[in-house]
């Protein structure tokens, strides 16, 4: 795997991450959450994002997401994030049901509020809130990529966990 450095000489883990998204564990991932998403989602979502990442705003996420993985966790982290889904089915099920793309909760958010949630990415994005380290180096890649706040903050804040 190859270093990306910044124009200061900076590691840029994020735009190494998002060279990576499309192949691996990476694309492997990505499955499972789109799998995952459809069928959380489903009762009342009235679009989803399909065929792929490239495009949408797990375009914009995913690498964001993928950085916060260590690389020693990546060829496994499809079945990490497998069985975060299995452990916390109920609790997804509940959160979308709430934010979802067509849920009260969406329909009455700011516009925009609850977009996170229209793609298989906020599973992935989920899971790296549940741990205190990820969920730092989460916030900090977020904020550098200029990715909407109230996307992540309003994830923590239904997830009860902070940024």
């Not at 900076?10 to 069928?39: K, P, Q």
């Not at 969920?135 to 309003?154: C, F, I, P, T, Y």
Request: glycine residues 10%.
């Amino acid at each position: 795997m190859s270093i990306v450095v910044d124009q200061d000489g900076v590691e840029d883990v994020v735009t190494r991450a998002r060279l990576e998204v499309r192949t691996g564990a990476a694309w492997a991932a990505w499955e499972v959450a789109t799998a995952a998403h459809a069928d959380l989602a489903a009762p009342v979502a009235a679009r989803q994002e399909r065929g792929g990442v490239q495009g949408g705003l797990g375009e914009r996420v995913l690498p964001v997401v993928w950085a916060c993985v260590a690389p020693g966790e990546r060829p496994g982290y499809p079945a990490v994030l497998e069985t975060f889904l299995v452990r916390h089915e109920e609790r997804l099920k509940r959160l979308f049901s709430q934010y979802g793309t067509g849920s009260a909760g969406a329909v009455d958010a700011e516009p925009g509020r609850c977009e996170l949630y229209a793609s298989p990415v906020s599973l992935m994005v989920l899971e790296r809130l549940t741990g205190s380290g990820s969920r730092v180096r989460l916030a900090g890649h977020w904020k550098n990529e200029d990715l909407d706040q109230s996307w992540l903050k309003d994830a923590a804040t239904a997830w009860d966990v902070t940024p």
